[in-house]
């Protein structure tokens, strides 16, 4: 067999498990425990949110979570955390194009962003003729939690008092002290937040305070302010999955929390690895993006552009 | 790249086409691939390859194509990046220069010879090197 | 533990601290030596002082640069033993610098010069691949341990990293480079085909020699090496920040989005 169709009939198997984990999706008990989680998170929300959140963003582990299942077969680390270490393919469920859908908001119960009107408002108005906002098309990192179901999987290396996430994708990266440090200044903004994780038994919460509001939560316009709270948590179930679930806060945009979910899983390819991924120096779209989107380039007539006339029959 | 030429092209489209059915989605979001180009109106065009640049976020392939009136135009198709090329068998000399290949590409708004390429054929033994799910409209 | 403030410590503070440092924070474990068998070199490093980033060359001050011996230590005089007209053409870098550098347009710098320019980057290691995470436009090589050759035809602005583990060294090989590259701002270069040797030595807990050696026949009379040393960042609470050239570039010319 050649390299080829080895890489091809490992891609087949790869379609294969994307066909199960949809299957398992549908099956799991895992909506049945969010929902069962979401009474438990409505209480503490009705007390505590939006202002106690806010307020102690290192001391809190947010809304929390539903316990972790029960741990599968996997290794640990030299001091007893589960060795996430690995690369991880993620991003089949999450709507990366739009994330209002059932597989990935699981809260609200209607799976959409329950923006105030305003931010509705730029969103759609973004959507529907601003698309040159977007980010990622100026090679701009993606923030949080966009930045967990980028295209090509990411990898994770989980050592004692830190866990740090590379993402082939734009060459990113996040680098996660677990040592128990404080959160840098409020007043410093940045594109992939300040992030700061802890265990909680065999569950990595990992809360991200200092976002800069300029990240889209998807590559379809759905808007976050600088006020956006995140609170993820990371939980092995098996040597080759994690349950992932973020949940969002942004009093200034949201008018409740939001809870995402995800499930990666591991990239068992031989030999892969990431690879560079230089962005800025070969970006050729965005000087090519039309008026009517807001990019520098004019809206040409189907019949006056280089293609007319070779139109598919 | 050899083992690519070896394939029978039907085995091709099923083996690309199911990579591309895990990886199509993600592939195009870089930017909104619907902003860019018309998904509404796919293209057929022909012509010879001149040059492909081994980029990020996309590669690009150059075709020299014919229009009705003789004139020549440069064609830049917009492909995936030079990662997943890879680790889909594609090398650089995958198609040589010279070689004749048909485009289904969906064109850029901008009017400029730019498009997003979903399937590339080589002419000359009908190879699909690259099949790709088409662009629907982005889901509202 | 706080961070912040003057306040005088305790006896209590103290013990919390020791206890920390003892206890969690990986740069402290990396004086015990090792990580999954290898020699730990975690941690957050920097270059300083050498001005290696402006100029690898010895070089006296001139604005906003201050003087420097240099980093090369092959040769007697510390000059690169260009061929002629291949520093006819590092003049005319260094002429053309504001255009021709590809630093100033936020492009990947290429190895060596990612290591030394003038923001930290930090190491983590796996069994098989050595991490460096870069804040200069978050920046990531993967030092592949697993592989001894270079993937075919896959050129990259940063290389292809491939390591090992001479002792306590990690000896690193980079090729498959996209283009020519520059050393530093003042245009010193190596030719896309060079074959570029970095070894990363651990002399104690807070610094490292790093040397390099470059070997590149069409542009060089002979191989040559520099050598500095890279300090790892002791200050409680560092961390990595962002520095996004690009955005901040596209700002200047208007290009890009969302006003500062």
């Known amino acids: 067999m050649t390299g080829a169709m080895k890489a091809m009939q490992a891609m087949n198997e790869m379609t294969n498990v994307g066909t199960v984990q949809m299957t398992d999706r549908n099956l799991t008990p895992r909506t049945r425990r969010h929902l069962a989680a979401l009474g438990a998170v409505v209480a503490v929300l009705a007390v505590a949110w939006p202002v106690d959140l806010l307020a102690q963003p290192g001391g809190r582990g947010g809304p929390g979570g539903p316990p972790a299942e029960p741990a599968g077969p996997f290794t640990r680390t030299t001091d007893g955390r589960p060795d996430m270490t690995g690369y991880w393919e993620g991003g089949f469920f999450v709507g990366i194009q739009n994330v209002e859908t059932p597989r990935t908001i699981v809260s609200p119960s209607d799976n959409m962003l329950p923006y105030r009107p305003e931010y509705r408002a730029e969103t759609d108005a973004i959507r529907a003729g601003n698309m040159y906002l977007e980010p990622e098309l100026h090679c701009y990192s993606s923030g949080v939690p966009h930045q967990m179901y980028l295209q090509f999987g990411f990898q994770i290396v989980s050592n004692p008092g830190i866990v740090a996430m590379a993402w082939e994708f734009m060459d990113s990266y996040r680098i996660i002290p677990v040592d128990g440090r404080e959160h840098i200044p409020a007043n410093m903004k940045l594109w992939m937040g300040d992030p700061i994780g802890r265990w909680e038994g065999d569950t990595l919460v990992v809360e991200t305070t200092s976002q800069n509001g300029r990240t889209w939560l998807d590559t379809g316009g759905h808007v976050t302010t600088d006020q956006l709270y995140v609170v993820e948590r990371f939980t092995m179930t098996n040597i080759d999955t994690i349950e992932y679930e973020a949940t969002l806060t942004d009093p200034v945009a949201f008018t409740e929390p939001v809870i995402m979910v995800e499930t990666f899983r591991r990239n068992t390819t031989p030999g892969f690895e990431q690879m560079e991924f230089a962005c800025i120096s070969g970006n050729q779209d965005r000087e090519n993006y039309p008026a009517s989107q807001g990019g520098p380039a004019p809206d040409v007539a189907p019949e006056e552009r280089a293609g007319a006339g070779f139109e598919e029959q | 790249m050899n083992a690519i030429k070896a394939m029978k092209t039907t085995l091709t489209i099923t083996a690309i086409g199911a990579l591309v059915a895990a990886t199509v ?10 902003a860019e180009f018309d998904a509404t109106r796919p293209l057929n065009l022909t012509g010879t390859f001149t040059k492909m640049d081994w980029v990020n976020p996309h590669s690009w392939i150059y075709v020299d194509v014919v229009n009705a009136d003789g004139e020549i135009t440069e064609w830049a198709f917009e492909t995936p990046p030079p990662n997943i090329l890879y680790r889909q068998g594609w090398r650089r000399d995958t198609i040589e220069v010279g070689q004749q290949v048909e485009v289904r590409a969906f064109a850029a708004f901008s009017g400029r010879p730019r498009a997003w390429a979903s399937r590339v054929t080589r002419v000359d033994d009908g190879q699909v090197m690259l099949s790709m799910r088409s662009p629907a409209p982005e889901r509202e | 533990m706080s961070n912040r403030g003057n306040r005088v410590p ?29 020699p730990d070199l975690q941690g957050i490093w920097q270059a300083f002082g050498n001005t290696a980033s402006d100029n690898i060359e010895p070089h006296i001050a001139t604005q906003g640069v201050p003087a420097s011996v240099g980093v090369v230590v092959s040769t007697e005089d510390g000059l690169i033993p260009y061929r002629p007209e291949a520093l006819a053409r590092r003049d005319e870098n260094s002429a053309n610098r504001e255009e021709l550098d590809r630093v100033n347009q936020c492009y990947k710098p290429g190895i060596p010069r990612l290591t030394y320019m003038p923001f930290p980057f930090q190491i983590v290691q796996t069994p098989g691949r050595v991490m460096m995470y870069f804040e200069w436009i978050h920046n990531t090589r993967t ?118």
């Open chain 3, 143 to 260: 030092v592949n341990l697993d592989r001894d050759e270079h993937l075919e035809g896959m050129l990259f602005r940063n290389g292809d990293s491939i390591g090992r583990w001479d002792g306590d060294t990690l000896e690193v090989t980079v090729g498959n480079f996209l283009e020519d590259a520059w050393f530093d701002a003042t245009g010193n270069w190596h030719g896309a085909n060079a074959e570029i040797v970095e070894r990363y030595t651990r002399e104690g807990p807070d610094h490292m020699t790093y040397e390099v050696t470059v070997n590149d026949p069409e542009v060089y009379t002979e191989p040559w090496s520099m050598r500095m040393t890279l300090y790892r960042r002791v200050e409680d609470n560092f961390r990595l920040l962002e520095y996004e050239c690009h955005y901040y570039r596209d700002q200047e010319l208007e290009l890009g989005i969302f006003a500062q």
């Open chain 3, 10 to 38: 305790t006896t209590a503070t103290i013990f919390a601290a020791v206890l920390l440092l003892t206890t969690a924070l990986p740069a402290a474990a990396a004086q015990s030596g090792q990580i999954h068998g290898q």
């Open chain 2, 25 to 34: 989605l993600p592939l195009l979001a870089h930017h909104a691939f619907t």
